[in-house]
């Protein structure tokens, strides 16, 4: 080995001991023509001297020495002088008195100063080779590897089987939008990135594998923000002979040992267990924050025969009125309260009904038509006071809560931006969202869609209302969410290939050819005594941002696509040639080449 310690190693009981350390330059200092180096590797840093007195034909070398350059030292081991040791320094108390110096590989001036942060995302990506040497990454990077061994101990330990599922699968779109990938002896035919495993591992499950897991590379072509990447990983994991407890019990004990094992939090379980409609109710998402207030309240009994008619025609028409208020949001300005009002308008709203306490005084253009014996009841149920903002939501009730919970997420980050609020990173609300509907509407379809997907089992209770009333049927489906993210979800699965069939042909309105090209196998499969089982997928990248704080997963991820879905650092994705597009039989206009 090139180095007998890393850098981040020697402690003030190493002085004395000749070492042999490498890494790169992080700073270089010249007092008086003693040179001193910050010498880095991914363990930490160690101080160097050079010192004219001891050699000085290495002195005038470390001269030469620029940030970046790698570089082999050769030196002894020293208390740091009294006045100058750094407490907050794992090495801080030593500094290592070099005697050789070799200069394993100098570099380029970096295009950015690798100790600031700030630095453009798109200019760190472009260097991202570069990036990966600042502190920050380097301790993500070794955050993701603690938390993969601790999720691969712990699943080994109940008995978890790891396999690996194909990456060239069939297109069966029921989800994001798919990456298709041609045949080139196959011509006209297309593999497909998996989205997820999901019908593998059920597969896996009627194969009497029982319990298997898999840290599993997932692909979806859909508009990327600071938590979505095309190409992403998941924790996936499916059970056999199991109920909705088991996996609750199971991913609880999952996430405590991973905030233990890296951040040395011990977290309290079982996680709180909220209802579906109780979060459309509360929050209006079913991933909610509630580390904040900003609740939503039904007064559609108080609005039934109001002389508003905006109000009253929605109550009439079998919707609800809803309301919250965004306490202390009174300041808002009226650039605000258009990005509000196009953000309702945005999910489907007519518009958005404010109203403003100022001076003592209800400001909004609908005051005109409220009673007083409405206002006391907004007055008491809303708790209103000098300063503050409600916002109402007249609509169907999934409309109505929807809309209100995109503008209730939008105050908030008003309100934290101007001091009224604060939600606090260390508090971690993990919750399960349950009881989800297994069918809903979707206006872009004529017939019934999987809530979650269609592989998901009905509420054996519920079994009875599938034909009739399907709206009715809750799904076995659960997530779990952390401040208002949500880590992952799953599901207990439809075991019997005659309820699937039922499901894909008569529920969901599939064709019967499209069903059997699709899907055929998977109910083929679930005909040879497949088990009850169920599963779930976490976002191992998201779980990491939460778990280290970042906003965005690019900075858990080592190399990760940029907002664009382009690798800038490479040039990805890129043109090719004609002679590859002929191999796999497409033709693009205007790619030129051999």
């Given at each position: 080995m090139k180095r007998s310690h890393s850098c981040g190693a020697l402690r003030g009981a190493d002085a004395g001991k000749e070492v042999i350390l490498a890494g790169w330059v992080s700073g270089r200092r010249d007092h008086g023509g003693v040179i001193f180096i910050d010498l880095r590797d991914r363990e930490g840093l160690t101080q160097i001297v050079f010192n004219p007195s001891l050699s000085s034909e290495i002195s005038e070398l470390a001269h030469t020495l620029r940030s970046e350059f790698v570089v082999r030292i050769v030196g002894k081991v020293s208390p740091r002088p009294e006045g100058t040791k750094n407490s907050a320094l794992a090495t801080g108390d030593v500094e290592v008195l070099a005697s050789q110096l070799e200069i394993l590989n100098p570099s380029e001036t970096p295009p950015f100063p690798l100790d600031e942060e700030g630095v453009n995302e798109d200019l760190r990506l472009r260097y991202r080779y570069l990036d990966l040497r600042r502190e920050s990454m380097a301790k993500a990077l070794r955050a993701r590897h603690q938390a993969a061994l601790a999720i691969r101990r712990y699943l080994d330990a109940q008995g978890f089987l790891e396999i690996e599922t194909p990456i060239l699968f069939k297109s069966t779109p029921e989800g994001a939008r798919e990456y298709l990938v041609p045949s080139?002896?196959?011509?006209?035919?297309?593999?497909?990135?998996?989205?997820?495993?999901?019908?593998?591992?059920?597969?896996?499950?009627?194969?009497?594998?029982?319990?298997?897991?898999?840290?599993?590379?997932?692909?979806?072509?859909?508009?990327?923000?600071?938590?979505?990447?095309?190409?992403?990983?998941?924790?996936?994991?499916?059970?056999?002979?199991?109920?909705?407890?088991?996996?609750?019990?199971?991913?609880?004990?999952?996430?405590?040992?991973?905030?233990?094992?890296?951040?040395?939090?011990?977290?309290?379980?079982?996680?709180?267990?909220?209802?579906?409609?109780?979060?459309?109710?509360?929050?209006?998402?079913?991933?909610?924050?509630?580390?904040?207030?900003?609740?939503?309240?039904?007064?559609?009994?108080?609005?039934?025969?109001?002389?508003?008619?905006?109000?009253?025609?929605?109550?009439?028409?079998?919707?609800?009125?809803?309301?919250?208020?965004?306490?202390?949001?009174?300041?808002?300005?009226?650039?605000?309260?258009?990005?509000?009002?196009?953000?309702?308008?945005?999910?489907?709203?007519?518009?958005?009904?404010?109203?403003?306490?100022?001076?003592?005084?209800?400001?909004?253009?609908?005051?005109?038509?409220?009673?007083?014996?409405?206002?006391?009841?907004?007055?008491?149920?809303?708790?209103?006071?000098?300063?503050?903002?409600?916002?109402?939501?007249?609509?169907?009730?999934?409309?109505?809560?929807?809309?209100?919970?995109?503008?209730?997420?939008?105050?908030?980050?008003?309100?934290?931006?101007?001091?009224?609020?604060?939600?606090?990173?260390a508090h971690l609300d993990f919750h399960w969202v349950v009881d989800f509907p297994l069918l809903r509407k979707d206006p872009e379809h004529p017939n019934m869609v999987a809530s979650h997907h269609p592989f998901t089992a009905p509420v054996e209770e519920d079994l009875q209302w599938l034909e009739s009333e399907p709206e009715k049927v809750r799904g076995q489906h659960y997530d779990l969410v952390l401040n208002g993210v949500e880590l992952g979800g799953g599901s207990i699965r439809i075991h019997k290939g005659e309820l699937q069939d039922k499901v894909f042909r008569e529920i969901l309105k599939i064709p019967a050819d499209m069903v059997t090209s699709r899907?055929?196998?998977?109910?083929?499969?679930?005909?040879?005594?497949?088990?009850?089982?169920?599963?779930?997928?976490?976002?191992?990248?998201?779980?990491?941002?939460?778990?280290?704080?970042?906003?965005?997963?690019?900075?858990?991820?080592a190399f990760p696509k940029n907002a664009r879905g382009q690798d800038v650092m490479s040039g990805s994705p890129a043109e090719v040639t004609a002679r590859q597009l002929k191999e796999i039989h497409i033709q693009v206009e205007g790619v030129s080449g051999s």
């Open positions: 080139r002896i196959n011509p006209g035919r297309f593999y497909a990135l998996p989205q997820s495993p999901q019908q593998f591992k059920q597969l896996l499950m009627v194969g009497g594998v029982e319990k298997y897991f898999q840290i599993a590379r997932c692909f979806r072509d859909e508009d990327l923000r600071a938590d979505r990447q095309p190409e992403f990983t998941q924790i996936d994991l499916e059970m056999s002979f199991i109920e909705r407890e088991d996996i609750y019990a199971l991913i609880e004990g999952l996430v405590k040992t991973v905030w233990k094992e890296v951040k040395g939090i011990d977290l309290p379980t079982p996680f709180p267990r909220v209802k579906y409609r109780e979060a459309l109710d509360l929050y209006g998402v079913d991933k909610p924050d509630r580390r904040y207030g900003l609740t939503l309240v039904d007064f559609t009994e108080t609005f039934r025969t109001s002389t508003f008619k905006v109000f009253q025609s929605a109550v009439a028409a079998g919707g609800v009125v809803k309301a919250f208020n965004a306490k202390g949001l009174a300041m808002v300005t009226t650039g605000q309260i258009e990005d509000l009002t196009n953000l309702a308008k945005s999910h489907g709203a007519k518009g958005l009904a404010w109203i403003k306490v100022e001076k003592g005084e209800w400001k909004s253009p609908i005051v005109k038509f409220f009673s007083e014996a409405e206002k006391k009841t907004l007055t008491e149920k809303l708790k209103v006071e000098e300063g503050d903002l409600l916002l109402f939501g007249a609509d169907q009730w999934l409309a109505a809560c929807e809309v209100l919970g995109f503008v209730r997420i939008r105050c908030a980050e008003y309100l934290e931006k101007a001091g009224k609020l604060k939600r606090d990173p899907f055929g196998y998977m109910i083929e499969a679930l005909k040879f005594g497949a088990p009850p089982h169920g599963g779930i997928a976490l976002g191992f990248d998201r779980l990491m941002a939460l778990l280290l704080g970042q906003e965005s997963i690019r900075d858990v991820i």
